[in-house]
């Protein structure tokens, strides 16, 4: 695919932009980089502001009819994450492992929350799209009271962001030509190569709910498998995963 980059010194939120630009029918090939990201959004409502240097960008996917790319959609996107900022470790890091996919798409480094994703979805007149959202601390952190989240520059020196995005979005089209030829398993089991390994005990948090036991892997629609304690194995469609 042929990507357009937008490049802004300032949005509110690059997501809110795409979503614009989408349901007036720029639905395929659209990259909206931000350098500054004022009113962000993360997973379950939280807010995100992203500082100099940091990386804030959205595209726009067009989604495909009658398949099952939107399940699995946040893999594919975490895989390329994972795989685009990799490519931006120098050659000295490359025989080692850095970074984890936590399910389903926050990347960490040092068990830290360094990036993630928000996948948003929509249509116009002729498609339905998807807008996806990409947020990684490159330069810094924020400080947060209720959790440590880490940066690119713990580990190296950051690269810069429109290079971090265009990594991403070459490694998101070799792995939707992936899906497109081989289906949704090929992107699974990709994603569980850059995962915490089977057998890592999890715990997993809901609005009421915490259980705990070990990661099984994924079923085919992308749940988690969690194996409690009792030896029954659960399917988790949503929640905080934690690291015991």
Known sequence: MIWRFDI??????????????AEA?????????????????GSRGRSWTTGKGNLAFSFVCRIPENSTFLQALPFLTAVALYEGM????????STEKHFTL?????????QCKMAGILIETGHNETHQWAVIGIGANLKN??????????CFADLATPPDAEECARKIIHSFDKWKKEWEEKGSSVVHQAWLSYAHPIGTRLAVQGRD????????????????????????????????????
């Open 8 to 21: 802004h010194e300032a949005l509110a939120s690059t997501s809110d932009f795409c979503r614009g630009r």
């Open 25 to 41: 029918g720029d639905d395929q090939g659209l990259v909206v980089l931000a350098k500054e990201q004022s009113a962000a959004r």
């Open 86 to 93: 990799t490519a931006c470790l120098p050659a000295s890091f």
């Open 102 to 110: 936590k399910w389903p798409n926050d990347l960490l480094l040092h």
């Open 141 to 150: 952190a924020p400080k947060l009271p209720d959790r440590r989240l880490a």
């Open 209 to 244: 709910t915490y259980k705990t036991g070990m990661f099984s892997g994924l079923d085919a629609q992308g749940h988690l498998l969690l194996t409690l304690d009792n030896g029954d194995v659960l399917p988790v469609v949503t929640g905080d995963i934690l690291c015991e």
